[in-house]
């Protein structure tokens, strides 16, 4: 592959990916805010103040989890089992996202055509 076909294969991946977003970003900004939402609901009941509990929210829903700050309520450790089903749900759509802009790319169709035939 030469690096003129690269480009062109790079240029119909982004613009598969940025087509899927146009079409899934209302799903995307929902999970995105309620995400943050609920960060801002934990740090005030945690009394983090907003900016930490949107923060802590983020670090819980990509499963990173530096451990820095944790909640000690009940109900703000509830809050964050949902954070991390909603990081889990972002990480899904995400991937979708990445998966079906590489299937409309040319070279994973002709390889597709290859192996079924």
Do not use: C, H, N
């Not at 009940?74 to 998966?99: D, E, M, N, Q, S």
Request: glycine residues 12%.
């Amino acid at each position: 592959m030469t690096q003129r076909d690269v480009t062109i294969v790079r240029r119909i991946f982004f613009r598969a990916l940025l087509r899927g977003v146009r079409i899934l970003w209302p799903a995307l900004s929902g999970v995105l805010a309620a995400i943050m939402g609920l960060g801002a609901i934990i740090g005030l009941l945690e009394g983090w103040g907003i900016a930490q509990g949107v923060y802590f929210s983020f670090i819980t829903g990509l499963t990173i989890g530096y451990g820095d700050l944790a909640p000690s309520m009940a109900l703000t450790k509830l809050l964050a089992v949902l954070i991390g089903l909603l990081g889990i749900v972002l990480t899904g759509l995400v991937a979708a996202l990445a998966v079906t802009a590489f299937q409309a790319t040319p070279t994973v169709k002709r390889a597709a055509i290859q192996i079924d035939t």
